[in-house]
């Protein structure tokens, strides 16, 4: 059998190139098969070979096999550098000795500290023999990165340290040539991943140069020798010689870019930053930090610029000029580059930069832990004090740390300042296998990070983009942080009437060092902006703090009201504008997931709103179980529609609508509550059941004050005994009407069947047969009016849809109304205004019974229906705006007097809603207080300050309207 090509044999070990790996094996005479076995384990096996190969020409083939023979820790590290970074590689092939330094007994098992770097780095006295030196330290870190005897956090912080260790070497080499260097102190300040102490393998390193003349010195002289010290520091750590390159040093962050001079002095730095630095320059500072040269120049630099740095979130628009810049990084990637971007890209390293520094920027200027310049440390202290989720940071910290680590591993091959990720196999294959990818290396890669992009995009969107940054942003510093004097003072400005208890509360809330007392830091600030431009600031923020105590310990609520600004903005300006809702979001503090979500502030449909309390009372056998829960539901859409009417979501039809269709569902289902009780009592209910809406609610025009106008009727089932359908329709009605008036944590819902025929004298419930004799024999035209707005819609279908063809003729009569019967129906307004205004009531103020009220507005549309709706379709509605609009039409009234007439019904329904959502109780006149009528104006829009101008509009508007109603309904 002919022996096995030795090409094939170390392709199927993972060489590549077998035809070079046999060469490099030739030149390895002596080599080992299970050393050869594991250098074919490294990330690159043909790299990891041919430096090999290289070191062993140049150091000596035995004296390299013999070194790796007997110290397993340094193959180990060696192997794994090599097949990791080819430029290193080509380093120790320059300078064998080197690999002894990886001996078990010789690396450091640890970061070295800063100090001992910059005593070795002192070694250095010519620029060929800095680089030795920085290459050298450079793979002790790697050879560490490499075989995880440090962290991501650790090795980048060691090669920061060491960056600031060669800057200070550079500088001394620079000063023995510089004739002038006594002339002058200078310091150099490190920014960026340097200053973050977070640098990568080959970055550029971004610095700014600080100087002041000696005693004695003359400026002019101590200025040149600083810029020419300056530039030799940069020359020396950028030039090429035949040791390379160590990295660029980058001075265009300083004052003015390339523009300014490269040197300043301290006097000079200040005086730009105060005047002329655009917020960006400011970002750069936080990760300020004293690198080389005079230290006590560069300490009196970094205390002069942190506390403008830390001011910078004061600024006009603030927020919005760091979102922009961000923008503008997005938008200069050159289109080819976008999606293999790791740092700059959209989900890149950039994006959980701005996050973190945006939240720093703004929330760090009264939380000095804050305030740390290293990405991952500033994370996690956001964290740790609650202004970022702990889900949310712990997975932007697993992308950032996986994001550098690639970055790291890409730059680490070549030693190239790259942030695009290869998309050649081989490559990816590489990097794949050097971060512990082995099945499908390149796949699993790229799968990988593209997952961590997906994350980083989601969470700085979130972060980046939340909009209680904007406010906390907005408030000077001195609100974030006072004494308890300052604080007093600040909420006596706010408008709180009791600063005193409001601090109290204040300190309730954030006292202690859990959790949830440092996320109510973050947003009280911001809230206490928003509960003073409510009414009233102390009630909201009373009613914040026992939904707080309430809720405080779920998992939501603070994180929706933290992360969603929207959502915390609106409980402000709900709590402090509404004591209905906020009475409502109490009694049931869940409704507060509502805030915040558009989708969330919309009116159910009637038919899933039905479905769903229906639902909810058939799960329970028990009546008071059963009305409980489909309370539970009515609750809940009270406040959906109360929060979006206080938020100014809703006209006033809409919420009529809804409250209304609220109403329906809430009796439908008691009703099948009651049948269900009484049928356990009394067997199968002998007859069917349904209930006629009346009013308002009949007209879908419903207030948060409206009781339930309702009339019962019944039909017993054929075979049925008269008097036994009667009894049991009775228990029916009686008992659904006191299961909802039972004490309750909700509004009470009072149903009223005093519209019934005989009023409240006449039988709770009759037959349809009954109702058609009532109305053939007695019915006056009040009755007739009153079926206007009769809506049967509640029980048996098919029995509303006969009681409805019973009024029909009723209430559009075929010819219309007599005059007699407009005689009557006038004679009936009059008493009625005469009469049932309240004794002591204003005329001119009455909402309902008033001049020019609803009263007025709607009696006089029911009289146009009953003369006309025989004639016009369109006016048979019980909806007062849907008869108006139809009367305007049929030509039956003036588009300006209509358009009048509803301008007053709307503005005063709206007015008496918002009585009901400020003071959780209904009132029939206008509110007199002035604090009542502020609350009531700010809820129709109007500026707290324009009570006045709300009260003249509608006194203007009822005005108008009475002219018409003279005309039109007195003739």
């Not at 820790?73 to 192997?79: K, P, V």
């Not at 870019?257 to 300043?264: Q, S």
């Not at 200040?270 to 005079?294: C, H, I, M, N, P």
Request: include cysteine.
């Amino acid at each position: 059998m002919a022996p096995e090509n030795p090409d094939l044999t170390l392709a199927r070990r993972g060489f590549r190139n077998g035809e070079a790996a046999a060469s490099h094996l030739r030149t390895l005479a002596g080599i080992s098969d299970d050393l050869v076995e594991q250098v074919a384990g490294a990330a690159d096996p043909d790299v990891a070979l041919g430096s090999l190969a290289a070191i062993g020409e140049a150091w000596g083939v035995e004296r390299l096999l013999t070194t790796l023979g007997r110290d397993e820790e340094l193959r180990q590290r060696l192997l794994v550098l090599l097949g990791t970074s080819e430029a290193l590689g080509s380093f120790l092939a320059r300078h064998p000795d080197v690999v002894d330094d990886l001996a078990a007994d010789q690396l450091s098992r640890t970061a070295l500290p800063l100090e001992d770097l910059r005593r070795q780095m002192e070694t250095a006295t010519t620029a060929d023999e800095l680089r030795v030196a920085y290459r050298r330290k450079l793979v002790h870190v790697a050879a560490r990165d490499l075989t995880a005897l440090t962290s991501f956090e650790e090795s980048s912080a060691e090669l920061a340290d060491l960056a600031l260790a060669t800057l200070g070497a550079a500088l001394r080499i620079a000063r023995a040539d510089e004739p002038d260097a006594d002339a002058c102190r200078l310091a150099i300040i490190a920014l960026g991943k340097t200053g973050g102490r977070e640098l990568n393998y080959l970055s550029d390193v971004d610095v700014v140069f600080v100087h002041e003349p000696c005693d004695g010195a003359d400026e002019h002289t101590a200025t040149q020798a600083a810029t020419r010290l300056a530039s030799a520091t940069m020359r020396l750590c950028g030039e090429h010689t035949g040791e390379g390159v160590i990295w660029e040093v980058d001075a265009n962050l300083r004052p003015e870019g390339r523009d300014g001079p490269l040197v300043r002095s301290l006097a000079s730095h200040v005086a730009y930053y105060e005047k002329w630095a655009s917020t960006w320059e400011f970002q750069a500072l936080l990760k300020a930090r004293f690198a080389a040269g005079d230290e006590e120049l560069g300490r009196q630099y970094l205390d002069a610029v942190a506390p403008m740095v830390w001011s910078v979130g004061e600024r006009d628009n603030f927020v919005t000029d760091v979102r922009a810049m961000r923008r503008r990084v997005l938008d200069n990637i050159p289109a080819g580059r976008r999606d293999r971007e790791l740092k700059l890209g959209a989900g890149g390293l950039r994006d959980v930069e701005f996050a973190v520094q945006l939240l720093q920027l703004v929330h760090g200027r009264a939380d000095e832990r804050l305030r740390s310049p290293t990405t991952l440390v500033a994370l996690q202290s956001l964290t740790d004090g609650g202004y970022v989720g702990r889900r949310d940071g712990a997975a932007m910290e697993e992308a950032y740390e996986f994001l550098r680590t690639l970055e790291h591993r890409i730059q680490l091959f070549k030693l190239r300042r790259t942030h695009v990720v290869p998309e050649d196999e081989e490559d990816l294959r590489r990097i794949g296998r050097s971060m512990g990818f082995r099945q499908k290396p390149a796949e699993s890669l790229e799968s990988e990070w593209q997952a961590h992009r997906r994350v980083v995009r989601r969470l700085h969107e979130k972060l980046f983009y939340r909009p209680l940054l904007e406010a906390v942003a907005s408030i000077p510093t001195e609100g974030l942080r006072l004494t308890t004097e300052d604080a007093v003072l600040r909420l006596n400005a706010l408008g709180f009437a009791d600063p005193t208890g409001a601090l109290a509360h204040i300190q309730a809330l954030t006292t202690g060092v859990s959790r949830r007392a440092a996320i109510q830091k973050s947003l009280l600030p911001a809230m206490l902006e928003w509960f003073a431009q409510a009414p009233d600031p102390d009630a909201g923020l009373l009613a914040f703090r026992k939904i707080s105590e309430g809720l405080g310990e779920t998992h939501w609520y603070l994180r929706k009201l933290r992360d969603e600004g929207e959502g915390a903005e609106q409980l402000a300006q709900v709590l402090g504008s509404s004591r209905y809702v906020t009475d409502l979001i109490l009694r049931a503090p869940d409704s507060v997931a509502l805030l915040g979500d558009d989708a969330e502030l919309v009116p159910r449909e009637p038919d899933r709103l039905r479905s769903e309390m229906e639902v909810a009372a058939r799960r329970h056998k028990q009546p008071d179980a059963a009305i409980k829960a489909v309370r539970r539901v009515r609750r809940r859409e009270l406040s959906r529609i109360g929060i979006a009417d206080v938020l100014g979501r809703l006209d006033v039809r809409t919420v009529g609508h809804a409250l209304a269709d609220i109403t329906d569902a809430t009796l439908a289902s008691a009703l099948l509550a009651s049948t269900s009780a009484v049928e356990a009592e009394r067997g199968e209910l002998p007859t069917r059941m349904a209930i006629v809406l009346m009013g308002r609610l009949g007209g879908r025009e419903s207030g948060y004050g409206s009781d339930a106008d309702v009339m019962f009727v019944h039909d017993p089932l054929p075979g049925a005994d008269d008097k036994e359908a009667s009894e049991a329709a009775l228990a029916v009605a009686s008992g659904l009407r006191t299961m909802l008036a039972a004490p309750a944590d909700d509004p009470p819902l009072e149903v009223d069947a005093d519209l019934r025929p005989d009023g409240r004298n006449g039988p709770l419930v009759r037959s349809i047969a009954a109702y058609e004799a009532y109305y053939a024999k007695w019915s006056a035209v009040w009755e007739a009016q009153a079926l206007l707005r009769a809506r049967p819609a509640v029980g048996d279908l098919e029995l509303c849809d006969r009681f409805t063809a019973m009024i029909d003729p009723l209430r559009w009569p075929a010819d219309g109304v007599s005059e007699a019967e407009i005689r009557e129906i006038r004679r009936i307004k009059a008493r009625v205004d005469s009469e049932r205004l309240p004794r002591g009531a204003n005329p001119a103020t009455h909402l309902k019974l008033g001049r020019g009220g609803l009263a007025d507005v709607e009696w006089t549309v029911q009289l146009l229906q009953m003369q006309h709706a025989h004639a016009v379709p369109g006016l048979r509605t019980t909806g007062t705006l849907d008869a108006l609009h139809a009367a305007v039409e049929a030509d039956l009234i003036s588009a300006d007097d209509a358009e009048t007439l509803e301008t007053a019904w709307t503005l005063v329904s709206r007015i008496r809603n918002a009585v009901v959502l400020l003071r959780g109780k209904p009132a029939e006149s206008m509110v007199e207080h002035a604090a009542d009528r502020a609350g009531v104006a700010h809820l129709l829009g109007y500026g707290m300050d324009e009570s006045e101008r709300m009260v003249d509009d509608y006194r203007r508007a009822t005005r108008h309207a009475r002219q018409v109603v003279e005309r039109v309904f007195w003739a």
